[in-house]
């Protein structure tokens, strides 16, 4: 009887695990997972397995997990439509998606080992700025890119130097804006 529930519980986090919408809390799920599986192990007659999965799978591993998370970080790109005639268009995400400017862009951020995460978004620009999830507003104004970021980021003055020293920021205006003075 013990065993089934430890093996139902097992199941439980097994699911937590997976469904998990914050990466963290799927790492701890996956801990007591394999500390529960270190438990069917004892429940069977095999302590050595058991020490091994305690160690590994719910310390080591986990401690590896979390690590390797700390250093991660997803960067959010807010491509706002509002202005576009076509809105959110295939079509206009496909042509935004494909742009050099995009492009530099993604590459900056891979450089600097961020993720880059863009989102479409039909919000004006007013409410994008005042999302504290993006990290970069893009928006497109009479044929000419317009990237908007906090000023107190160190990543739109980067961005706007790189342009200029790769001669490819024609087209292209950055705009540092203060979070404080939007909302």
Same mark, same amino acid.
């Given at each position: =009887?013990?065993? $089934?529930?430890? !093996?139902? +519980?097992?199941?439980?986090?097994?699911?937590?695990?997976?469904?998990?919408?914050?990466?963290?809390? @799927? $790492? !701890?799920? =996956?801990?007591?997972?394999?500390?529960?599986?270190?438990?069917?192990? !004892?429940?069977?007659?095999?302590? /050595?397995?058991?020490?091994?999965?305690?160690?590994?799978?719910?310390? +080591?591993?986990t401690l590896?997990?979390?690590?390797?998370?700390?250093?991660?970080?997803?960067?959010?790109?807010?491509?706002?439509?509002?202005?576009?005639? #076509?809105?959110?268009? %295939?079509?206009?995400?496909?042509? =935004?998606?494909?742009?050099?400017?995009?492009?530099?862009?993604?590459?900056?951020?891979?450089?600097?080992?961020? #993720?880059?995460?863009?989102?479409?978004?039909?919000?004006?620009?007013? /409410?994008?700025? #005042?999302?504290?999830?993006?990290?970069?507003v893009i928006?497109? %104004?009479?044929?000419?890119?317009?990237?908007?970021?906090?000023? %107190?980021?160190y990543v739109?003055? #980067?961005?706007? +130097?790189?342009?200029? =020293?790769?001669?490819?920021? /024609?087209?292209?205006?950055?705009?540092?804006? @203060?979070?404080?003075? @939007?909302?």
């Amino acid at each position: =009887m013990l065993e $089934v529930g430890m !093996v139902l +519980l097992m199941g439980v986090f097994a699911w937590l695990t997976i469904h998990s919408t914050l990466l963290r809390l @799927s $790492v !701890v799920y =996956m801990a007591v997972f394999s500390l529960l599986a270190a438990f069917v192990f !004892v429940l069977h007659g095999a302590p /050595e397995l058991a020490i091994a999965e305690g160690v590994i799978g719910s310390g +080591l591993v986990t401690l590896l997990y979390l690590v390797a998370l700390q250093r991660y970080r997803v960067y959010t790109i807010a491509i706002v439509s509002d202005q576009h005639s #076509e809105g959110l268009s %295939d079509r206009y995400i496909d042509a =935004m998606e494909n742009t050099g400017v995009m492009q530099r862009i993604r590459r900056f951020c891979l450089s600097r080992e961020f #993720e880059p995460q863009v989102v479409f978004t039909a919000k004006a620009l007013t /409410e994008a700025l #005042e999302d504290l999830r993006y990290d970069l507003v893009i928006t497109e %104004d009479n044929g000419q890119t317009c990237v908007y970021g906090p000023q %107190d980021s160190y990543v739109i003055v #980067e961005l706007n +130097l790189m342009f200029q =020293m790769h001669g490819n920021h /024609e087209g292209v205006r950055f705009v540092p804006y @203060s979070r404080e003075a @939007s909302q």
